[in-house]
């Protein structure tokens, strides 16, 4: 399931696009490393959570960390789990081509779960703090890259440029 950075929750998301934390930041960099004609992609990273109620939620079992996967051309659209941390991922096997789609996620594991963290923001209610069973709490920005795709295709050119100095700046003339 991809999620829209437009979208919006009842309930306070530590996400950049909510503000619904303060400065608190939940963050994804990824390295995707491909065997080109192998179809096998590795995804090696990190995730960052700055808030430290939700990391309690995570080592209680509370909630889990992972990453989504989206990729339209194979279908794939999964939730690998992930610890905090350090992040690899194998892909192999042909999972993925095209345009593929990753966002670290902090998801519930369970109902009726308060959100307590001092950086939400005051705007929400005690009775907006409750998620449940596969809500939301915290999202990165999504990341994306090309998979399974020749990267530097040769590319021919039908044209030839060259300089004249008797054109005006800015002036082109085509000779066909």
Do not use: W
């Amino acid at each position: 399931m991809r999620v829209k950075q437009s979208a919006s929750f009842p309930y306070p998301v530590l996400a950049d696009s909510t503000g619904d934390y303060g400065s608190k930041r939940f963050q994804l960099s990824l390295i995707p490393q491909e065997q080109i004609g192998a179809g096998n992609v590795f995804l090696s990273g990190s995730l960052a959570l700055e808030d430290e109620s939700i990391i309690t939620l995570i080592e209680a079992g509370k909630a889990r960390s992972g990453l989504m996967i989206h990729c339209r051309d194979t279908y794939l659209d999964d939730f690998e789990e992930s610890k905090i941390g350090e992040v690899s991922l194998d892909l192999a096997g042909g999972i993925v081509r095209g345009k593929v789609y990753v966002r670290g996620v902090v998801v519930a594991q369970q109902d009726c779960i308060k959100l307590q963290s001092p950086a939400i923001n005051s705007e929400f209610p005690e009775d907006a703090r409750l998620v449940n069973a596969g809500d939301l709490i915290a999202m990165t920005e999504e990341l994306s890259f090309e998979a399974g795709l020749e990267k530097l295709a040769p590319m021919e050119s039908i044209f030839r440029l060259r300089r004249q100095d008797d054109l005006g700046e800015g002036v082109f003339q085509l000779d066909l």
